[in-house]
């Protein structure tokens, strides 16, 4: 009898946090509706947006500028750059947490051969799929590489790619990625060289300014303070945007990896767990 | 006749007014799988939100997060327990 | 603004807080583990949207992105009144990709919970307990 209530007590104690955490949050919507941060919508924006805006791709005062005509891009890499570096972490740790606890004990790779046999799906799925899935290779190498110039970026590639994987997945079979090489014994080091490749661009200014100069770790452009070490902006049609274009790419690389490794870790059949806890 | 600041407004709380339906029809329904197709449809819908508040970083990732991952995390993670939830 | 503007801007933000509401009320008195991070997503993407609502710009908008590699500094400065705010974007990009990897973290931990225990009901799981 005491067990029952003591749960619905307990039960009871959820419910008082949850509405009052919902009430907390339209209260805070109802503070912005009668006025709490200017009136919205207004006509004019906040004056360190302004500045943002003004100095991304400002060529006559060289000393503040961000070298990209896109302005959302120049503050996720160089104007806050810092919010990403450990965005970026905490995605790796996330994979890392979900691969720790969906391993086999004593197993490194799993190969699901001669698990399932059948037709498949029916033709016309399999036709369509093989276009699909090299456009939206395609696509998503042009999301990356134009990530300073156009809509897009490093992490917006990596999901898309992703996606590309997903379809070939369920469509085909494992058995098909697995033959074309597309394991978790491959897609790990990609993601090492990705998130190891966005560590040295951000230290290498600091390294540099062990000889002597002064710079910081994340340095973009040279500024007033630090004026000796740069990135190069670009050459003639060719736009880098400093060290933007290398982050943009290795992000790819990273976030593409991880996903894959996820639905490859998730797409294992439960057949092999219950073979594999029994035998213990 | 109408402007085009009224325009973006209908259109932006039609696709929030769409957004809410989804959300309502996820959370009180008992099968799990079509809860996950309604939960795609509503980021469909928002994802049309952000198209009009003139935010296309956020179209991108959010379309392919929404849709495509999150989708297929949760039909794995169905076909692996149970799929109807007994309220 | 005129009063039918006024009308649409205050029923979008009911809108939202009604979200909010279902979505609490799905977290809180769903036993299913699944539905719960489901409505954890629909909270989420609430907020997110909530912040972008707040960098708005009505009238003349465009996208705060420049057309040009060589621009004038008339160009620049129209571009600084009639761009929408970017420093929301660049925050919900972040909560965007920290989201996603809460929720796939917590269906690894869900799978492995129905495996230990069989079952994916909170009313029973908490009965197991001392």
């Given at each position: 009898?005491?067990?029952?209530k003591?749960?619905?007590?307990?039960?009871t104690?959820g419910?008082?946090?949850?509405?009052?955490?919902?009430?907390?949050?339209?209260l805070?919507?109802?503070?912005?509706?009668?006025?709490?941060?200017g009136?919205?919508?207004s006509?004019?924006?906040?004056?360190?947006?302004?500045?943002y805006?003004?100095y991304?791709?400002?060529?006559?005062?060289?000393?503040?500028?961000?070298?990209?005509p896109?302005?959302?891009?120049?503050?996720?890499w160089?104007?806050?750059?810092?919010?990403?570096?450990?965005e970026t972490?905490?995605?790796?740790?996330?994979?890392?947490g979900a691969?720790a606890?969906?391993?086999l004990?004593?197993v490194k790779?799993?190969?699901?051969?001669?698990?399932?046999s059948?037709?498949?799906?029916s033709?016309i799925v399999?036709?369509?799929?093989?276009?699909?899935?090299a456009?939206?290779?395609?696509v998503a190498?042009?999301?990356?590489?134009?990530?300073n110039?156009?809509?897009?970026?490093g992490?917006?590639?990596?999901a898309?790619?992703s996606?590309?994987?997903?379809v070939?997945?369920?469509?085909?079979s494992?058995?098909f990625?697995?033959?074309?090489?597309?394991?978790?014994k491959?897609?790990?080091?990609?993601?090492v060289?990705?998130?190891v490749?966005?560590?040295?661009?951000?230290?290498?200014?600091?390294i540099?300014?062990?000889?002597?100069?002064?710079?910081?770790?994340?340095?973009?452009?040279p500024?007033v303070?630090?004026p000796?070490?740069?990135?190069?902006?670009?050459?003639?049609?060719?736009w880098?945007s400093?060290?933007?274009?290398?982050?943009?790419?290795?992000e790819?690389l990273?976030v593409?990896?991880g996903f894959?490794?996820?639905?490859l870790?998730?797409?294992?059949?439960e057949?092999?767990?219950?073979?594999?806890?029994?035998?213990? | 006749?109408?402007?085009l600041p009224?325009?973006?407004?209908l259109?932006?709380a039609f696709?929030?007014?769409?957004?809410?339906?989804?959300?309502?029809l996820?959370v009180?329904e008992?099968?799990?799988?079509?809860?996950?197709?309604?939960?795609?449809?509503?980021s469909?819908?928002?994802?049309?939100a952000?198209?009009?508040?003139f935010?296309?970083?956020?179209v991108?990732?959010?379309?392919?997060?929404?849709v495509?991952?999150y989708?297929m995390?949760?039909?794995?993670?169905?076909s692996?327990?149970?799929r109807y939830?007994k309220? | 603004?005129?009063?039918?503007?006024q009308?649409?801007?205050?029923?979008?933000?009911?809108?939202?807080i009604?979200?909010i509401?279902?979505?609490v009320?799905?977290?809180?008195?769903?036993?299913?583990?699944?539905?719960?991070i489901?409505?954890?997503s629909?909270?989420g993407?609430?907020?997110n949207?909530?912040?972008i609502?707040?960098?708005?710009r009505r009238g003349l908008?465009?996208?705060?992105?420049?057309?040009?590699?060589n621009?004038?500094?008339?160009?620049?400065?129209?571009?600084k009144?009639?761009?929408?705010?970017?420093l929301?974007?660049?925050l919900?990009?972040?909560?965007?990709?920290?989201?996603?990897?809460?929720?796939?973290?917590l269906t690894a931990?869900?799978?492995?919970?129905?495996?230990?225990?069989?079952?994916?009901?909170?009313?029973?799981?908490?009965?197991?307990?001392?």
């Open positions: 009898m005491t067990a029952t003591a749960l619905e007590e307990e039960r104690h419910a008082i946090i949850g509405v009052g955490i919902a009430i907390l949050l339209m805070t919507i109802a503070a912005v509706i009668l006025g709490a941060t009136y919205t919508p006509e004019k924006i906040r004056p360190l947006a302004q500045f805006l003004y991304a791709m400002n060529i006559f005062k060289k000393e503040l500028w961000a070298a990209t896109e302005a959302v891009n120049s503050m996720v160089d104007y806050r750059g810092y919010d990403t570096l450990f972490s905490v995605f790796f740790l996330a994979v890392i691969v606890v969906l391993r004990p004593g790779d799993v190969s699901t051969k001669g698990i399932f059948g037709r498949g799906l033709l399999k036709v369509v799929t093989k276009f699909i899935v456009f939206i290779l395609i190498i042009s999301i990356a590489i134009h990530g110039l156009t809509p897009g970026g992490f917006q590639a990596g898309a790619v996606i590309a994987t997903l070939a997945l369920v469509a085909f494992r058995i990625l697995e033959e074309r090489h597309v394991t978790t491959l897609m790990l080091p990609i993601r060289i990705g998130v490749g966005i560590g040295l661009v951000a230290l290498a200014p600091a540099i300014a062990l000889t002597g100069t002064f710079a910081f770790a994340m340095q973009n452009q500024k303070w630090a000796n070490f740069g990135f190069p902006p670009g050459f003639g049609d060719f880098f400093g060290n933007q274009f290398y982050y943009n790419f290795l790819f990273a593409g990896a894959t490794v996820i639905y870790m998730y797409s294992i059949p057949l092999i767990y219950k073979e594999v806890l029994k035998k213990k | 006749m109408i402007e009224l325009v973006t407004e259109l932006l696709s929030l007014t769409l957004a809410l339906i989804f959300a309502y996820t009180m008992r099968d799990l799988i079509r809860a996950v197709v309604f939960s795609a449809g509503q469909i819908a928002f994802a049309y952000y198209y009009l508040l935010a296309p970083d956020i991108l990732a959010y379309i392919a997060v929404g495509g991952i989708s995390i949760l039909i794995f993670a169905i692996k327990t149970e939830e309220v | 603004m005129t009063t039918l503007s009308v649409l801007w205050i029923y979008m933000y009911l809108t939202l009604g979200l509401a279902v979505a009320y799905g977290i809180v008195r769903r036993p299913n583990l699944i539905k719960k489901i409505a954890l629909i909270l993407d609430t907020a949207t909530f912040i609502f707040i960098g708005f908008a465009t996208v705060p992105i420049l057309p040009t590699l621009p004038t500094l008339e160009q620049l400065i129209a571009f009144n009639t761009a929408v705010d970017p929301p974007q660049c919900v990009l972040t909560a965007i990709v920290i989201n996603m990897s809460v929720t796939a973290f931990l869900a799978i492995q919970l129905y495996r230990l225990y069989g079952t994916l009901d909170v009313r029973e799981t908490a009965k197991l307990k001392g």
